[in-house]
């Protein structure tokens, strides 16, 4: 078994958000605690793992009908089914700098009344002491289910029955599925949730890679397929050696979408580059690039750190960016951007 990470950026799996909110005063409080109880970092790792597993009930197995998804909405509750104990889980270790992320298998929902296959959602931890990736599962014991923390051999919940169309997961991805934080939001009820459990991952749905890499010569064979401006390779190197944030989306290793942004290490961040291939264009990757580029940026802010981010939007193209969050200029607070090229002699 080899796992496998999703993104090298492993500043990706140390993120913030409004599911993964370690910021919230609950969350972190209970991060402290269980980190000033613990002997060194591993030990940190087994408590937040057995609190989520043992103190949090799986609200199946709890008879709860509410339905949590945040770390925070976890905690106050009590409970969560697979999916939300991990975003909890997950929140726990990130508060404290571990990287931490999301795999997903596939398996048989009840082999008597519900034979039917469905995800089950688990984490993916790094134990820096052994520079090493683990899977842990804190669905929550019970008659017949035994997960355990270990670094050397899984003892995850479940085992995985080929013969019955089950699957393994072992990528292990920095942002829950898209897909299963929309069921947990839009179902108001487990009961509900049961019937609408999602049978599929919008992971799964892509047929590309993200890299957070480029070399000089694809970046400027991307910019000339799009008829921007030529300039020396060297030049094209230099530039992305002092790139800030990178996504590029490749098919069969060659790069089809683009995004880049320089920034000071401050405060200031510029989106000098989102470039989509023409024969991709319509695909929605120059969205995925926006939406990895935005994340990995705000995951960069310490809690009360600010950041100003800046574009310019091709003609056209500004209602785009809008869904962003970003706004025209001139307005009534601001003046029009301006920009000039400039050639050496």
């Not at 002491?129 to 929550?140: F, N, P, V």
Request: proline share 4%.
């Amino acid at each position: 078994m080899e796992l496998k990470l999703y993104t090298e950026n492993i500043e990706s799996y140390l993120k913030c958000d409004s599911v993964i909110n370690y910021d919230n005063a609950k969350v972190s409080e209970l991060a402290n605690t269980l980190y000033e109880s613990s002997e060194n970092e591993i030990d940190y790792i087994r408590k937040v793992y057995e609190y989520v597993r043992d103190i949090i009930s799986h609200s199946a197995d709890a008879g709860e009908d509410e339905v949590t998804c945040s770390a925070r909405e976890v905690f106050e509750a009590g409970h969560g089914i697979c999916f939300a104990k991990s975003h909890l889980l997950a929140a726990l270790l990130r508060a404290k700098s571990i990287p931490a992320g999301f795999c997903y298998q596939k398996l048989i929902l009840d082999d008597e009344t519900a034979p039917v296959l469905i995800y089950h959602g688990l984490n993916g931890v790094y134990i820096k002491e052994y520079d090493k990736w683990i899977r842990l599962d804190a669905r929550g014991n019970k008659p017949g289910v035994n997960a355990q923390f270990a670094v050397d051999s899984e003892q995850l919940a479940f085992p995985i029955r080929p013969e019955k169309g089950e699957e393994d997961g072992f990528v292990i991805y920095p942002d829950p599925d898209k897909e299963i934080v929309r069921a947990l939001k839009e179902n108001t009820s487990r009961t509900k949730l049961w019937e609408e459990l999602p049978m599929k991952l919008e992971y799964n749905e892509e047929e590309f890679e993200i890299t957070d890499y480029i070399t000089p010569e694809e970046y400027m064979d991307m910019r000339l397929c799009v008829g921007w401006a030529e300039f020396p390779m060297e030049e094209a190197a230099e530039g992305l050696k002092n790139t800030a944030f990178l996504c590029c989306i490749r098919e069969d290793g060659k790069p089809i979408a683009l995004g880049r942004a320089v920034g000071d290490h401050g405060y200031v961040v510029y989106i000098a580059d989102i470039i989509v291939r023409p024969e991709y264009q319509g695909q929605g990757l120059g969205r995925k690039v926006m939406e990895s580029l935005m994340s990995t940026i705000k995951g960069s802010l310490k809690p009360g750190y600010k950041m100003m981010i800046s574009l310019l939007a091709a003609k056209g193209k500004e209602g785009f960016y809008k869904k962003f969050d970003f706004v025209d200029r001139p307005n009534e607070a601001f003046g029009c951007g301006m920009h000039q090229w400039i050639v050496g002699e």
